[in-house]
């Protein structure tokens, strides 16, 4: 999928209909990187369910970066150590972690406006798949793809 696009910045669109396993992709998308089978370009492979990009979980009045998405969706407290936060900074900032955006269209019409400029920087980072259902989407992507339902061979 992410070898079909020529551009360097690797932008995929992976559209499908309500509860057709747009959020399932996501996670076998992980779980292959995790295991090895797929993109050992990347360092770090981390899904965003957009639908956490509320006020409750981002509070106005801050200003927010992809490592804080990491942070809030993947760390409870104690928070990283200070080595482990400059490593995953690092990471980020070599280009070297796939984003993987589920639920565009959860959030496209709900986003809290103090999220807005965050949410365009996620939608600018060099490596992401972004997911949606068809009727949210007016954004150009160069590689589009379709979800169009699991198997029980699908499933491992």
């Known amino acids: 999928m992410l070898e079909k696009c020529k551009n360097p910045r690797k932008k995929v669109l992976v559209l499908g209909r309500a509860g057709i396993g747009k959020s ?6 992980a779980y292959r990187w995790a ?3 797929i993109w050992p370009q990347y360092d770090l492979v981390v899904v965003i369910p957009l639908r956490s990009l509320t006020k ?3 509070p106005c009045g801050t200003t927010y970066a992809p490592i804080d ?4 969706e993947y760390f409870s407290y104690p928070l990283l150590s200070n080595k482990d936060e400059e490593l995953l900074k690092e990471l980020i900032l070599r280009r ?3 984003w993987l955006l589920d639920g565009y269209d959860e959030i ?10 965050f949410m365009e920087h996620l939608l600018d980072t060099t490596h992401h798949i972004l997911t949606s259902r068809p009727h949210a989407i007016a954004l150009q992507y ?3 793809m379709e979800v169009t339902g699991f198997t029980d061979d699908n499933i491992v």
């Not at 998405?69 to 809030?72: E, P, R, S, T, W």
């Not at 496209?108 to 400029?117: D, I, K, R, T, V």
């Open 108 to 117: 496209a019409e709900n986003l809290p406006s103090h999220l807005q400029g």
């Open 24 to 29: 399932t992709f996501c996670r076998y998308v």
């Open 35 to 37: 295991t090895g089978e």
């Open 96 to 98: 070297k972690v796939l």
């Open 56 to 58: 409750d979980h981002y």
């Open 69 to 72: 998405l990491v942070k809030n």
């Open 142 to 144: 160069d590689v589009k």
